[in-house]
């Protein structure tokens, strides 16, 4: 694509030491093997501390999205930028990038997870703004390195917040209902106690009959 060719053009142009090295550290944020180190810690410490949804919506998240990224790279099977370009090692096929989808997928569940686990606001935007951050290097990493085109990464994102979304959308179902449960059972607890509440009034009541109509 012509847009594609104009801006890796103007990324060579704007090209440096400095920022090579940068963005070669910012793309490891969302290798397959990172991103699953991640989740499976985060989702360790969550589980042992009974935030089982939470874990769960965050694997669901970035393992749901790798699952995605791979079935589009290969029912589309668009190539890479010439491999004598690329400035670190990549395989596979590029639309859409893998790496983009799990940098949106992976952080943005971990900020998921912080909403989750915390009323506190400063937490919940330090997290969003970390995630956010961390998608954004990443996927400009991928075009600087040349081992995606910018239509790639793009599509990357969609992908990765699209799945991010569904997550999200799922687990607030699960607790809308897991509320609408609870609501029932504390309004059928409460019915069952006045009814208790009035029998043992009753009771005495109609002993005291008893023994007042039971006098000579």
């Given at each position: 694509m012509v847009i594609d060719e104009r801006v890796v053009d103007w990324v060579d142009e704007?090209?440096?030491?400095?920022?090579?090295?940068?963005?070669?550290a910012a793309t490891h944020l969302a290798d397959y093997w990172v991103a699953t180190a991640v989740v499976v810690v985060v989702a360790a410490a969550l589980i042992r501390r009974r935030h089982r949804v939470a874990a769960g919506a965050l694997a669901a998240s970035s393992f749901g999205a790798m699952a995605v990224t791979e079935l589009l790279?290969?029912?589309?099977?668009r190539e890479r930028p010439p491999v004598e370009t690329h400035l670190v090692e990549a395989?596979?096929?590029a639309f859409p990038s893998g790496h983009s989808s799990q940098a949106v997928a992976c952080?943005?569940?971990?900020?998921?997870?912080?909403?989750l686990t915390t009323r506190r606001r400063v937490a919940r935007a330090v997290a969003v703004g970390v995630?956010?951050?961390?998608?954004?290097?990443?996927?400009?990493?991928?075009?600087?390195?040349?081992?995606?085109w910018p239509t790639d990464v793009l599509v990357g994102w969609v992908v990765g917040l699209a799945w991010l979304a569904l997550v999200a959308l799922a687990v607030r179902s699960r607790y809308r209902r897991s509320s609408a449960t609870m609501k029932s059972e504390l309004s059928r607890n409460g019915r069952m106690s006045q009814v208790d509440s009035s029998s043992s009034i009753e009771r005495p009541a109609a002993s005291t009959s008893a023994r007042n109509s039971s006098k000579p």
């Open positions: 704007i090209r440096s030491p400095a920022a090579t090295a940068a963005f070669e790279k290969v029912a589309i099977g395989a596979g096929f952080y943005g569940g971990l900020a998921l997870v912080t909403f995630a956010i951050a961390i998608a954004l290097a990443v996927g400009v990493s991928r075009v600087y390195l040349r081992v995606h």
